[in-house]
């Protein structure tokens, strides 16, 4: 079984090296010529600096583009959200009904509309706890040792036994029925959490300040699963994101890191998705709406995409 990892980020080099290190046949998909370049000047090796070790290894890792012949069995999709559509489609004559697509991508909507493309083919959504950064191109740092909860976006069927190569990468994930209650639970916490950094510069663990603002987000969120099919209350939304702030006070969130690194952030997927299908589900939503345009006001001074 071989597995072709679509965007050389964070993410894509932290799969790549260790499908690699385990000996199972991976290539990364690059943008273009210039990143197949950049690769070869490297010698065609990752540096990859795994969790808890003080200095990085080089991996030998297959590169080509999204043009290449080779059919795929196994993608891993591991661009940003707003990424992931246009890439899959560059690849999307290289998939057939026998091939399996994960996706990385935080937040929701991308997923949805992969799925959409590639009707016939077995697309797998992730949630990913998984925390990696890139110091240049192709270095990669394994961070925060997470883990990556898997499951069938639309059909459900069992466990595929291409994980089992995860297993041998020693790439920690759970398999689940219910990937979309799971994205939706996620979604919540991502909308209570990440903008609010933004707009008060902070980390997660400062937002205990600010319980109120947390408290009516909380009560829209609950609607909103809710009404999607996934019963949850007030106090589960705010008790569950009083936790996650709680375990990761010490985070800068990843919409954070987006913004101080002059980076677009992945809003669309996140505040932006939970607007629109309020809106659509006709749950109250005045608290997002508030918290969406002011996080787009800050993007603006800043400079940065508002989508
Ligand atoms: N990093 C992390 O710790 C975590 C990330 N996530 C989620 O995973 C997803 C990926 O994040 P991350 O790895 O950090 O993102 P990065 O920005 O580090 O990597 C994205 C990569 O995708 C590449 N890309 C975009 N379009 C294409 C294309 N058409 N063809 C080939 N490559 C393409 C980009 O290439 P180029 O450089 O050429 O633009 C870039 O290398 C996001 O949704 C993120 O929220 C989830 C959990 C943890
Ligand atoms: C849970 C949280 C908020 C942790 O920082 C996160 O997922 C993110 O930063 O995107």
């Not at 069995?73 to 004559?93: G, P």
């Not at 603002?213 to 949850?232: D, K, V």
């Amino acid at each position: 079984m071989s597995w072709h990892i679509l965007g050389p980020g964070s993410l894509g080099c932290l799969w790549a090296a260790r499908l690699s290190q385990a000996h199972i046949p991976a290539s990364l998909i690059l943008r273009n010529q210039h990143r197949l370049a950049a690769l070869q000047r490297q010698g065609n090796q990752i540096s990859y600096l795994a969790y808890g070790q003080s200095s990085p290894l080089d991996i030998a890792i297959n590169a080509q583009l999204a043009s290449h012949p080779q059919p795929i069995e196994r993608l891993i999709v591991a661009c940003k959200a707003y990424d992931a559509v246009a890439a899959v489609e560059s690849v999307k004559t290289r998939l057939s009904s026998n091939s399996g697509v994960f996706l990385l991508q935080n937040g929701m909507g991308s997923q949805q509309a992969i799925a959409q493309l590639l009707p016939g083919i077995r697309v797998i959504a992730a949630s990913s706890t998984e925390g990696a950064f890139l110091t240049q191109p192709f270095h990669c740092t394994h961070a925060g040792q997470g883990t990556t909860l898997l499951g069938d976006l639309v059909h459900t069927q069992p466990e595929p036994t291409c994980l089992r190569d995860w297993q041998q990468a020693q790439i920690s994930y759970q398999w689940t029925d219910t990937i979309l209650a799971a994205l939706w639970r996620k979604l919540a916490i991502n909308c209570l959490i990440n903008p609010l950094t933004v707009l008060y510069q902070c980390k997660n663990g400062q937002l205990t300040q600010q319980t109120e603002r947390l408290t009516a987000l909380a009560h829209e969120l609950a609607q909103l699963l809710s009404a999607a099919g996934y019963p949850c209350t007030a106090e589960d939304v705010f008790a569950q994101c009083l936790q996650v702030i709680q375990n990761t006070a010490q985070n800068t969130s990843s919409m954070l890191q987006d913004v101080l690194n002059q980076r677009r952030t992945e809003i669309s997927y996140i505040t932006g998705f939970a607007l629109a299908q309020s809106q659509q589900l006709g749950t109250s939503h005045r608290a997002l709406l508030d918290l969406h345009s002011q996080l787009q006001a800050r993007l603006q001074q800043l400079g940065l995409p508002l989508d």
